[in-house]
Structure formats: structure tokens, C-alpha cells
């Protein structure tokens, strides 16, 4: 068995750090645990979820996808642009933000291939944290997931001896791969974080694909004021935005996150827009988590992390309208 | 495949016409030959392609030329934003970014030995026009041909110049026409919306297919013409727009309910569209 | 308090003075409520930790749907609503307040009731003491030091717009950031748009933010933009004489001149 101290965890992000892998890890960051590249000396908070995920790392906030070197007169040549994927280990990753790779590996190669996502993808080795502790906010165990699930995983860190130490398990050969830098030990894994099923989501599935129309929208959205935090903080949400960016010299053309919830997201340069109030975004939100992403995919566009309810300062909260779908359709 | 997906083609500007006010057609010469062979090898009628300016951005709008001239590509359009504006500001000889083709095309091989209908409003012939040349370039393999193309004035009709040659052109028959009061003196077309001049012209719907493209209103109007006439929903087929940034399934803004513009269209039969929600268009 | 709040707000919906209540639920993090039936009241709560502006709902296209509206109203909202008015943007006659502060309900208040309430009871509202410290401590430092120090801040903004939706006073229908042509501002999540972005935020409020503090508490990357807040509005009260939200009638100093203006930074 292979266990770590939990007051001497900083010591595999060293070694790891010093083994060459660049290393993300929810770090302290004045009071805010964010999920973040680890730089040596810092604190890695293992007892909050980060208000970021993996999904930083993989898909980043913005990015550079094509460049052109400007010049006289509107002339321009295309400059190629390097891959940024460095060997990454992402340590104490949620459950449910490992499973949420599987939804976005989907989105990203179906049919088309996004070349600079498979590459920092096959760059990363993601070694979750199961969960002993859950919050009001956490649902996973009502999308398929669980508190010690392994979907995403290359290894997992499992708390064990009441917290004070994790026996660490390799899932994959990228997390075999690690197994040196972890001693031989012994512990008892502690019980994983108890939760209830809220709902089930293929009657959810099935609500929605039924009741585009329904007037349940426009009362449910009522409190949404259409920021991007939700979508911000989701470990699955991928829409983005493509921006150019100039000076004198160059041009860059960058991916940038963007969300449904915003009421510019879909609008026409005509000025028509097929979604043109709250209750049509959140709609939106909703069916592409539970309707549109599993019919595609054969996979939910949600894990239940809960950050969208934990952090909107409105209220709004997906579990909850889920409940509500769900007693809709009885 | 090539998996860097927003690194474009390069195309330049050989002749660039005016068709209406704040509509330009440009014709455009591949830089590389190899990107040529590469978008003739996956081009098909009805696909679309990102046009852009470095330093503005790209914009979303179809090839308006047949895949049967491969040397180059046309695309017209139309100045609303500020993509389309730098676009047009471009002039011959400057080059452009392009990435596509992307979408879904018009089946035309499944159409052979069939009479075909197309009726455009506006700005939406382009769209139509690749369609109608790829038609011609392979006139033997289809029956009748017939162009109903409306615009609101005489000056909003686009390829004038092509209009002229498909009404000289013995094997098609060419309608146009423009709104009550858009007519200049010298008009020798028809005047009237386009439902109603459909209408008098009472085209067969006896193994013919209908090629629908304009504003949401002439659609709207045009469609119970066609049922009146006896036109199937799987034999109605029409391009749909929506903004798009990706053109390839992931930036997530082009769904109009399960169904994505970009990957699954942008060409549908109107039985495909009466299953998609009519509140997410 | 939470007694006379339920009545007063079921009474104005009896009497149709209201056809919307917007308030605050019990339930944990205490979200937005929106009620249109009398006996659906009972839900209603308050109390600080309700950190909402609801007067930003106002701007709302389905929330102004559905006027009259009545708001549970803070103190801040109550100068918010001022603000709103002051800049054409609440129809008057269309929205009342149910105003609130801490642990005591103060009644219903129209715009011109409210403005006289503050006037008359809260007269100099400002920024809490300890922010004010806070302001004060940045102050002390060189501008390279408060420019270091901000950087590190606005990097771990994520361009949600958290801040933007929760705030009353951004209520444009197309917001400075999002105009493209030009592009004034960067959109990426970056360095300099995304310092660009929260100092044109915090600009635009001056003289104008009411310190409601919603917009900090929006922020999930815990952003201390009241500092920001605060520091404009002691300047926009300093050089301006400006203390928003008390007069319905007041031209915002951001949007005005006077030849009496300090001209004296033009040389």
C-alpha cells in the first residue's frame, strides 16, 4: 500500500516538481482556494473545493489559437503557433472534476479534433482527491458520480486514518507512473462523504425534451441577472469566443471562455437574437447539461460539483431546478 | 486530419463587384495550391466558410460559387458588422483568412432526373447561387430548372449581370421580381412579394424539388404556397444562420435546440426543421 | 421586523400598489425571491447577510415586464433607487421599496420618500471604517507598489461579470466592454484587459456607487473591488461634493460639468 503523510503532502508536489512535471494543486490564495500551478513553498489546501478546476489547465481561459505578423498596408503572414502543453500532474483533483474530462474530451474530438486540447490532455496526469467531506451544494452522487470515483482519474489519493493520511492507488499507467515518488505504508481508508440522490437526471432528460415551451422557464430564470459565473466555474462548460487582438506588429486570435448566460452569446450582427431574454439562456443551460450533451454524448454535461449554486449570487442552483424538472414530470 | 483547427487557408482577393448597396462579391484565389486541392477535395453545395480580417476577427457566411469551378471561390456579403465592414474595406490583390468548408451541403446527386425549384429573397441568393451553377455545369443530369428571385427595389437584386444571362438561357426559366414600389421605370421583371408571384407561376410539385432561401418573413409566407402547391416537407429544403465562431461543434453557440447549425447544417429539409424548437430560432 | 416586512408586503400586492415583490428567501445564501401572491409573503426574510442589491433586478426586461414592482430595500438599494431615478432609469410611480436596515423595517418608501428618508435620518452614508482603513493603508503606498498590488488582484479576474450583473448601476444594454467597434477594452482573461476592465468598472461607478457592496460579494475570485469602491467614492465626495443617491433629481457627477469643476489638472 502506498500512503502519504497529509501534514507532508507538499513533499510529492516537490518531488514531483523537481521529477520535471509542472504541478496544479488547490493552493490558498488570501482566503480564496483556487486551483492553481504549485509553486514551491506554498500550501496545498486539500479541504476545500477550489473555486477553479482541472479544467483550467486543459482548456484555458484564454488562449492563442492562430497568429499573423502584421504588415505594410494590410499585409499579413501567418506565424505558426507553439502547443502550450507541458508535462502537468494536477494533484487533488475532485471526483468530480476528473469525470468531467470525459465530457469535455467529447465536445473536443468529435469529428474534429482540437489539436491543442488533446495535447495538454495526453500531457496531464490527473491524480484525484476522493472526498470525505460534502457540502450542501455537492450532487454528484445524483449524475453518476460518487465521492471516491475513479471516471477521469489516472490515480486517486483516498483519506485514510481519520485525515491524517491518503493511501494513494494508480488507476492508469500515467498514474503507475508516480508510484516511486509515494512510500510503502499502511492505513484505513476513512468512509467516503455520504450523500443522498437529489434526483435522477434521465427523467430530467426526459422533461426536457418534452417541454421546450413550458412556462416553467420564465419563472425559474426570474432571479438569474446573466453573469458568467456559473459557466466560469463549471468543470464541464466549454463555450467559448473567438476575439482577435492586434498591435502594430501582430495579431492574435484568441480563444476566449464565454457563456450562454450572457445575452450577447447568441445575438446576430442583424441584431436578431434566437435567444433574446434570461429565461431562453437559462433554458439553454439546462437543456445542453441534461438534453442536448447526453444525446450527443451519451454522457451528462454536469458531475454535480455544485460551484454554479456555490457561487451565484442569486441563487441559482441546478440540483434544485432538477428537483423541480423532475416533479414536473411525474 | 489536421487538428489545429483555427489555423486558416489563405485566400486572395482577384476581382471584388458590387451587387447592391453594402453587398460585394469577391472572387478569391487559393495562396496554396495544396489548401486549394484540400478545400475542392471536401467542398459540396450549401457548406460555409469563416472569412476574416486579422486584427477584426472572422465572420460566418457560405460559398457562393459551385464546386465544379475549382480554380477559385466566391463569396458575397453583406456589411452589418464590424468583421464585414473590414471585409469590404479589403481590396483586390490583399488577402483574407479562411477556414472551411464547414456544414452540411445540398444532396443535388440524390436530386438527379428531378425538376427543381429555387426561390430566393434578398441577400439569400447567394447561398442559392452555388447551387444553381452546379446545377447548370451538370444541366444534363436534372429536369426543369425555375429561379424565382425577389428583392425588395430593383436595386437590391444581386448578380445582376447573371440574372441577365439565366433569363437569355433556353434550358431554365427565370422569375424575377421586386416589391410593389420598388420598380424603376425601365423594370421588365414582375412586381409583387415573392409567396404571391409563386403562386400565379403554379410550378408542378410532381417530382420537384424546392430550394428555399430568404428573410424570416418571405419564409414564413412562401412555405403554405408550397404545401398549397403540393410540396412534401422532405422535398423543401433551406440554409439556416446562426452566429457561430467555431464552424466545428464546440464553441456552443449556434444550437438551435439539440441540433447544431454548424455540424448538423446548415442545410435542413423543412421536415427537419418542424422538429426543431421554433423558440430557439 | 420580519412580521411587519410579510404584512406590508402582502398588503401592497392586496391593494395592487405591487403586481412583484422582490425579496430575499430564507434558505441558505438567501437568493432573490420573486412573489406575486399575498400569502406567498410568509417566505419572505431579511437580514444582513442578504448581500443582493435587488434594485438591479429594475433594469431586468422581465422583471420591468411586470411593474409595479416593490423591492426589499437596504439602505444602499434604498440610494440606488435615487441613483436609478436620477439617471431616468426607474419609471417613476412603478417601483416602491420596502425598506429595511439591519434588524428594523422602516416602511414603504416611493422614490421621493425614500430620497427625504435619507436626507432626513441617514444623511452622511459612506464607506464602513475598516474600509476606509483599508483605502487609507493602499494609500500610504507608492504607485508602483498599488499598481503591483492591483495587478496581482484583477489577474485572477475571470471576466465573468459577476460584479457588472450584480451591480444597479450597470444597467447599459450593451456595456462599454462589449463594444467592438473599436474594441476599447480586451476580452481576453488577461493582464491588461483585465486591468483595463476593473478600473473602467470602478470608474464608471464613481460618484455613483452607492457601497452596497454586492458586487464583491458577486465576485467568485474574492476580489476586494470595494476598496476600489470606496477610494472613488471619497474622491468623487472630496473633489465633487458628490454623495449619490440622496437626490432624484441630481445630475451624476460622471456624467456632468460645471465651469465650477477643478480645471487645474489642465495645464
Known sequence: ?330 | ?281 | MMKALRQEAAKLLQEKRAALIIGFAEREGHPALFISKPEDCERLFYDVSCRQNLAAYLSKPEVSARRPVAIVASLAALRSLVVLTAESQAAPGQVLALAVDKDAFLGTFDVAGAAELLRSKYPDLGPEKALLERVGELSKKSVVERAAFWAEEFAKCTRCYACRAACPGCYCARCIVEKNAPQWVSTAALGHGNYSWNIMRAFHQSGRCTLCGACEAACPQGLPLMVLNAALDREALEEFGARPGYDPEGKPVIGSWSAEDDHSYMR
Open chain 1, 1 to 330: 500500500m502506498k500512503t502519504i503523510e497529509i501534514g507532508r503532502f507538499s513533499d510529492l508536489a516537490q518531488a514531483l516538481s523537481t521529477a520535471g512535471y509542472r504541478v496544479a494543486a488547490p493552493v490558498d490564495d488570501g482566503g480564496v482556494v483556487r486551483f492553481k500551478e504549485w509553486t514551491k513553498g506554498r500550501e496545498i489546501a486539500l479541504g476545500a473545493v477550489p473555486v477553479d478546476s482541472v479544467k483550467d489547465f486543459l482548456f484555458p481561459r484564454s488562449e492563442v489559437v492562430a497568429r499573423f505578423a502584421l504588415e505594410e498596408a494590410g499585409a499579413f503572414t501567418p506565424v505558426p503557433v507553439e502547443r502550450f502543453a507541458p508535462k502537468t500532474v494536477a494533484l487533488g483533483v475532485r471526483p468530480c472534476d476528473a469525470a468531467a474530462l470525459a465530457a469535455l474530451d467529447a465536445v473536443f474530438n468529435w469529428d474534429y479534433r482540437d489539436g491543442s486540447y488533446n495535447a495538454r490532455r495526453a500531457a496531464t496526469t490527473v491524480v484525484s482527491l476522493a472526498c470525505a467531506k460534502a457540502d450542501a451544494h455537492c450532487f454528484c452522487i445524483s449524475v453518476g458520480g460518487a465521492p471516491d470515483g475513479t471516471a477521469g482519474a489516472d490515480a486517486i489519493l483516498r483519506p485514510a486514518d481519520g485525515g491524517s493520511k491518503l493511501v494513494f492507488e494508480a488507476l492508469s499507467d500515467k498514474g503507475r507512473l508516480l508510484e516511486a515518488m509515494v512510500s510503502d505504508g499502511q492505513a484505513v481508508p476513512d468512509a467516503p462523504a455520504a450523500l443522498k440522490k437529489r434526483f435522477d437526471p434521465a427523467a430530467v432528460g426526459r422533461w426536457l425534451a418534452a417541454n421546450f415551451e413550458s412556462p416553467f422557464w420564465k419563472e425559474a430564470a426570474l432571479a438569474c441577472l446573466g453573469c458568467g459565473a456559473c459557466a466560469y466555474a463549471c468543470p464541464v462548460c466549454h463555450c467559448f469566443d473567438l476575439q482577435d487582438e492586434s498591435d502594430r506588429k501582430e495579431c492574435r486570435r484568441l480563444r476566449n471562455w464565454d457563456s450562454c448566460g450572457f445575452g450577447l452569446f447568441t445575438l446576430h450582427a442583424s441584431g436578431h437574437n434566437p435567444r433574446p431574454d434570461q429565461s431562453a439562456r437559462w433554458r439553454q443551460r439546462v437543456m445542453h447539461k441534461f438534453s442536448i450533451y447526453p444525446q450527443k454524448f451519451k454522457t451528462l454535461a454536469c458531475t454535480g460539483c455544485g460551484r454554479c449554486a456555490r457561487l451565484c449570487q442569486a441563487g441559482m442552483a441546478i440540483a434544485e431546478t432538477c428537483e423541480r424538472i423532475e416533479a414536473l414530470g411525474r
Open chain 2, 1 to 281: 486530419m489536421n487538428d489545429d483547427l483555427y489555423k486558416p487557408f489563405l485566400l486572395r482577393i482577384e476581382t471584388a463587384r458590387d451587387e447592391a448597396p453594402d453587398v460585394r462579391t469577391f472572387r478569391l484565389k487559393f495562396a496554396d495550391e495544396g489548401e486549394r486541392v484540400e478545400f475542392f477535395r471536401r467542398y459540396r453545395v450549401g457548406m460555409f466558410g469563416l472569412y476574416g480580417v486579422p486584427g477584426e476577427g472572422e465572420s460566418t457566411f457560405c460559398v457562393a460559387s459551385p464546386p465544379t469551378r475549382e480554380g477559385y471561390i466566391e463569396c458575397t456579403f453583406r456589411k452589418v458588422g464590424r468583421v464585414t465592414q473590414a471585409l469590404q474595406d479589403l481590396e483586390v490583390g490583399q488577402a483574407l483568412t479562411f477556414r472551411g468548408p464547414y456544414g452540411s451541403h445540398f444532396p443535388i446527386d440524390s436530386w438527379k432526373g428531378r425538376d427543381l425549384l429555387f426561390i430566393a429573397g434578398g441577400i439569400a441568393l447567394p447561398p442559392m447561387r452555388s447551387v444553381i451553377w452546379n446545377i447548370l455545369d451538370r444541366r444534363a443530369e436534372f429536369g426543369k430548372v425555375t429561379v424565382v428571385y425577389g428583392a425588395r427595389t430593383t436595386a437590391d437584386l444581386v448578380y445582376k449581370h447573371e440574372l441577365a444571362e439565366w433569363a437569355a438561357r433556353p434550358d431554365m426559366t427565370l422569375v424575377t421580381t421586386v416589391d410593389p414600389g420598388g420598380q424603376t421605370p425601365d423594370w421588365k421583371g414582375k412586381v409583387g412579394f415573392v409567396p404571391v408571384v409563386l403562386k400565379e407561376l403554379n410550378p408542378a410539385a410532381k417530382n420537384c424539388v424546392a430550394v428555399l432561401c430568404g428573410p424570416p418573413i418571405m419564409i414564413k409566407l412562401t412555405l403554405p404556397v408550397l404545401s398549397a402547391l403540393g410540396f412534401s416537407p422532405k422535398d423543401i429544403y433551406t440554409t439556416l444562420e446562426n452566429r457561430m465562431k467555431c464552424g466545428v461543434g464546440k464553441c456552443g453557440r449556434c444550437n438551435v435546440g439539440g441540433v447544431y447549425v454548424c455540424k448538423d447544417g446548415p442545410v435542413f429539409t423543412l421536415d427537419e426543421l418542424s422538429r426543431l424548437p421554433a423558440g430557439d430560432m
